[in-house]
């Protein structure tokens, strides 16, 4: 069992950074993949970030390749987003969310646990 709780949203200026955090429970959390999704409303979650369970690798969407950057400090069960060049339309609520070891990083259904979400608001 996985929980994770996510922290670091707010409100920023278009151009602005932010830097989200994962903290993650359990003793097996080096085992997990984690991955980063934004939602709005009315509109499916998207893919973000997701950085493989030893953090060797990581995984961008498209839209956020080079601006963002995804992490992991596994001695300390944390995950990280950092967020650059915020434009508003990465206006959204973002989840962080694990997968045992490795699989289809982009695909919302392989991750297993999910946090509760925190509010990234860009303004023009």
């Known amino acids: 069992q996985v929980q994770l709780v996510e922290s670091g949203g707010g409100l920023v200026q278009a151009g602005g950074s932010l830097r989200l955090s994962c903290a993650a429970s359990g003793r097996t959390f080096s085992r997990y993949s984690m991955g980063w999704f934004r939602q709005t409303p009315g509109k499916e979650q998207e893919f973000v970030a997701a950085v493989n369970f030893n953090g060797a690798s990581a995984y961008y969407a498209d839209s956020v390749e080079g601006r963002f950057t995804v992490s992991r400090d596994n001695a300390k069960n944390m995950v990280y987003l950092q967020m650059n060049s915020l434009r508003p339309e990465d206006t959204a609520v973002y989840y962080c969310?694990?997968?045992?070891?490795?699989?289809?990083?982009?695909?919302?259904?392989?991750?297993?646990?999910w946090g509760q979400g925190t509010q990234v608001i860009v303004s023009s």
């Open positions: 969310a694990a997968q045992y070891l490795s699989g289809s990083y982009s695909n919302a259904r392989s991750y297993s646990y």
